[in-house]
């Protein structure tokens, strides 16, 4: 047990070498970490409840501002709530989306491109076939029509978007058990007497999981976005919550006067996603031998 901590230390530090080498990565990873805390601390961040209303305060301006009050950095909404204490709250449900959906889409697509590439014949073909439907269709359309379709709310917008990112998934676990699948170790095991599930979750499985957590990574990104979009067009997270697309939505009618009820929840999706991908192109670089910078 002992001597194997060396080796995964060593691991870590390769790792981490191929990953710093990409400064843009380290300085998502850097963004993403302070997302993840203010969202942890946002009822102890935040100078005021999310919901709360000021009916003397009104689209009040950031406090740079004429007008501007340092009760309120960012300014207030339509209905005098504050800005920065909604977009901290909103970061939970931002990452929250995301966290659900990737969970949500790869658990549906290891799950199927297993089966399809390791069965092969004609569950592959149905599998894939059905993967390839999904995939015909553009993703933000695909969402809309199922939160159509479930209701609108944010429980169904993550159900939607998890369905829509699922053959992303199924089609590249599929192809690195294709790839695996006649490599001697899966062999070996096959040979000693293991089993369908255990060759594919104990054998094949761990030896694709570096593609899965760089996919997984740009999913969560787009899991955002797409759940941004759902709500901007009143299909996602439901008035009065404070999700990202939500407030943009109930802002867009303010954009000409009052600039800052929709730049700042626009500048918080932008930063977010930027960062997530940004770690995700270091994970690419530092997971994939072929890719490693010199």
């Given at each position: 047990?002992?001597?194997?901590?060396?080796?995964?230390?060593?691991g870590?530090r390769?790792?981490w070498?191929y990953?710093?080498?990409?400064r843009?990565a380290?300085?998502?990873l850097?963004?993403f970490i302070?997302?993840?805390l203010?969202a942890?601390f946002?009822?102890?961040?935040a100078?005021?409840?999310?919901?709360?209303?000021d009916k003397t305060?009104?689209l009040r301006?950031?406090?740079?501002q004429a007008?501007?009050?340092a009760?309120?950095l960012?300014g207030?909404d339509?209905v005098?709530r504050?800005?920065?204490?909604?977009?901290l709250y909103?970061a939970r449900?931002?990452?929250l989306i995301?966290?659900?959906?990737?969970?949500?889409a790869l658990t549906?697509?290891i799950?199927?491109?297993?089966?399809?590439?390791?069965?092969r014949?004609?569950v592959?073909?149905?599998?894939m076939?059905?993967?390839d439907?999904?995939?015909a269709?553009p993703s933000?359309?695909l969402?809309?029509?199922?939160?159509t379709i479930?209701?609108?709310?944010?429980?169904?917008?993550?159900?939607?978007i998890?369905?829509?990112l699922?053959?992303?998934?199924?089609?590249?676990?599929?192809?690195a058990?294709?790839?695996?699948k006649?490599r001697?170790?899966?062999?070996?095991?096959k040979?000693?007497?293991?089993g369908?599930?255990?060759?594919?979750?104990r054998?094949?499985?761990?030896?694709c999981?570096?593609p899965?957590?760089?996919?997984g990574?740009?999913?969560?990104?787009?899991?955002?976005?797409?759940?941004a979009?759902?709500?901007?067009?009143?299909l996602?997270?439901q008035?009065p919550t404070?999700?990202w697309?939500?407030?943009?939505?109930?802002?867009?009618?303010?954009?000409?006067?009052?600039w800052?009820v929709v730049t700042?929840?626009g500048?918080?999706?932008?930063i977010?996603?930027?960062?997530i991908?940004?770690?995700g192109?270091?994970?690419?670089?530092?997971l994939?031998p072929?890719l490693?910078r010199?």
């Open positions: 047990m002992a001597a194997g901590n060396p080796d995964r230390l060593t870590f390769t790792f070498h990953f710093s080498v990409n843009g380290v300085i998502g850097f963004v302070l997302l993840v203010a942890l946002a009822p102890l961040l100078p005021h409840a999310p919901d709360i209303q305060a009104f301006p950031p406090a740079w007008g501007g009050s009760q309120y960012l207030t339509p005098g504050d800005i920065l204490s909604r977009l909103g449900f931002s990452l995301g966290a659900v959906v990737v969970t949500l549906g697509g799950t199927l491109g297993l089966l399809a590439g390791y069965f014949g004609w592959d073909v149905a599998i076939r059905l993967m439907l999904i995939l269709f933000l359309l969402a809309l029509v199922l939160v479930l209701g609108p709310g944010l429980f169904n917008a993550m159900l939607a998890a369905l829509v699922q053959p992303h998934f199924a089609r590249l676990v599929r192809a058990v294709m790839a695996e006649s001697e170790y899966v062999v070996a095991a040979v000693a007497g293991a369908h599930i255990r060759l594919m979750l054998t094949i499985l761990p030896n999981l570096g899965l957590i760089v996919q990574t740009l999913s969560f990104s787009n899991a955002i976005l797409e759940a979009a759902l709500g901007f067009l009143g996602g997270a008035p404070p999700e697309g939500t407030m943009l939505a109930s802002a867009r009618e303010f954009i000409l006067r009052a800052w700042f929840p500048l918080a999706i932008l977010t996603v930027l960062a991908n940004l770690i192109d270091g994970l690419r670089d530092a994939d072929k490693r010199s």
